[in-house]
């Protein structure tokens, strides 16, 4: 399956991704209009570390442990392999956000329930919104296989 | 006599794993899932989520109803095992039928520990608060007036509290340990979840204990009497390992299992709360009862059930659970040196020892959470990763580049 792919070296640590994720799971038209004086709630984050920069998608992993931890049965991967969380399950108890190695699942801000990347296949985008305008091609949404 | 290539005794998260386990080896062989309870499998620690009324009994359900006939899997509800015949591959049930199995799981789960109080048989209003039908019964007799005494402030006493908090009158909870959630927490984390819990009404009673009940009134230890109208009692849980006890195989704790799922017994695989796994921290064969760890449990015997290889190395024991919006995880245990951070609203506090990290307790803290717990399940050397960094924020930025490119730029 096609997943999101960082190339570290190119990131220049901008958090552009980071406002195209919110942009594009605001459900509202217009960037500014949906992020402009608000605190935003991506669903991925960029790390920033003295030069170092990248950014931390959910990884779609292909034995994902967060699935095999949630309490409820809210998280499951689809036959796309896309991990997503249906957040009327979702009690919000967190054992994902506790379990995920790549800290890439998040608390979301009203409490209720856990939230996640979900390769832009829930909001009406072709592809995930923070690849496609991410300037430097610092991450991408292509196949690959695991590392040897 | 039926019989099945796969034979699951218990309907909950190890079996429903194991289904999924077994599934991912062998698309054929039908499965017989047997279940004491008369549902499907639902989440168990959602009840006190149901009594709050931040879920619903549809909502509940761990996998869709689907799920078991899309997997092969027949289902027999509201059956118990009674005997199983190892020899002859058999297992005998409650209504009197017998089948044949081929691989057979066990996966009974646990049952609450009645404690021997004097006078506890004679308490009209009991209860316990590990099933739907435990919430259900508990829900009826819930009303603004009623006091209810909760014995044991446990994961699960205290859950209990947090759902019926706000459809009672009173609530007081009594525990011989003289902290609350004394399994998870050290005195600093408990103090704290403990404010959070009397500010919602709850009165502790703690390193005291019910030394006798005399109708609804609980006389204690330390001489207080405590009249009540409902009695939760919530001090532990004992594995359900008899059917394999009495086959004639290795039951400690818990029925032995080692990290393929297998008992003592052949062709018999044993996973969940009543089977012990091998705690990776701590070196020790535990029952870790914890739902994931029955999901994994259950997955690895479902794989080795059907003729793959799998193993269960990394089990380990983890909590992440929220009371009134104070939210607690933990993780391992609390050994060697302790970094610690103390706000008014949270607490941090990592454990290591001998170059790994052994434990943590994180509250009101959750943001990346897994990344400490990465650390503690895979056992990776401090030496290898910007601990000193890690301690204040977990990130991925501590790692070394080369393990970032294998995580980030490559498929996981």
């Known amino acids: 399956m096609k997943r999101i792919y960082v190339n570290e070296q190119w990131c220049l640590g901008c958090h552009l991704c980071e406002y195209e994720c919110a942009y594009a799971n605001s459900g509202i038209a217009g960037m500014v209009r949906a992020l402009k004086g608000k605190a935003i709630h991506p669903r991925l984050r960029v790390e920033d570390a003295g030069d170092v920069h990248f950014a931390v998608n959910c990884r779609h992993c292909t034995d994902p442990v967060c699935i095999k931890s949630c309490i409820s049965g809210a998280l499951t991967k689809g036959k796309d392999g896309v991990v997503r969380i249906d957040r009327q399950k979702c009690v919000g108890c967190l054992t994902c956000v506790l379990v995920c190695p790549y800290g890439a699942v998040l608390s979301s801000p009203e409490g209720h329930a856990a939230m996640k990347c979900q390769l832009c296949t829930d909001n009406g985008r072709d592809m995930p919104n923070c690849v496609k305008y991410c300037p430097n091609g610092a991450i991408v949404y292509e196949e690959r296989e695991a590392a040897r | ?412």
Request: neutral net charge.
């Open chain 2, 1 to 412: 006599m039926k019989k099945y290539p796969y034979v699951i005794l218990g309907c909950s998260v190890a079996a429903v794993a194991a289904i999924e386990g077994i599934r991912s080896e062998d698309r054929e062989g039908r499965i017989l899932v047997v279940g004491e309870e008369p549902c499907r499998a639902y989440g168990r620690p959602l009840i006190s989520y149901y009594l709050l009324g931040e879920t619903d009994l549809a909502r509940m359900d761990y996998r869709p109803e689907e799920f078991y006939e899309e997997h092969g899997a027949d289902l027999r509800l509201g059956v118990r095992a009674e005997a199983v015949d190892p020899k002859r591959k058999t297992v005998t049930f409650s209504d009197g039928e017998k089948i044949g199995y081929g691989k057979l799981l066990v996966a009974t789960g646990s049952r609450p520990f009645d404690p021997p109080i004097e006078g506890i048989e004679r308490v009209k209003e009991r209860f316990s608060f590990m099933t739907k039908a435990d919430a259900l019964a508990l829900e009826k007799v819930l009303s603004p007036e009623k006091r209810v005494l909760i014995v044991g402030a446990g994961l699960i006493g205290l859950k209990c509290f947090e759902g019926i908090a706000a459809r009672v009158k009173s609530a007081a909870v009594v525990d011989l340990a003289d902290r609350i959630l004394p399994s998870v927490l050290d005195h600093t984390g408990a103090e704290m979840v403990q404010k959070a819990l009397e500010a919602r009404g709850a009165a502790f009673y703690l390193a005291d204990a019910v030394a006798k009940f005399d109708g609804n009134t609980a006389y204690l230890k330390s001489g207080k009497e405590l009249p009540f109208d409902l009695l939760v009692t919530a001090v532990g849980v004992r594995p359900n390992a008899e059917l394999v006890k009495e086959a004639g195989g290795e039951v400690r704790r818990g029925i032995a299992a080692d990290a393929c799922g297998r008992t003592s017994l052949p062709d018999i695989y044993a996973a969940g709360d009543c089977a012990e796994s091998f705690d990776a921290v701590s070196g020790e064969n535990r029952v870790l009862a914890l739902l994931p760890n029955a999901n994994m449990q259950g997955c690895i015997a479902g794989i080795n059930m059907a003729g793959g290889k799998a193993k269960f190395e990394n089990a380990v024991a983890f909590n992440s659970i929220g009371f009134f919006g104070t939210h607690v995880m933990t993780a391992g245990v609390y050994e060697g040196e302790a970094y610690t951070e103390h706000t008014e609203r949270s607490y941090k506090a990592l454990f290591y020892k001998e170059g790994v990290l052994k434990g943590f307790i994180l509250i009101n803290l959750p943001e990346r959470a897994g990344i400490y717990l990465k650390l503690l399940r895979e056992r990776i050397p401090l030496s290898e990763v910007d601990f000193t960094a890690l301690k204040t924020s977990p990130a991925w930025s501590a790692f070394p580049p080369a393990v970032r490119k294998r995580n980030f730029a490559a498929e996981v």
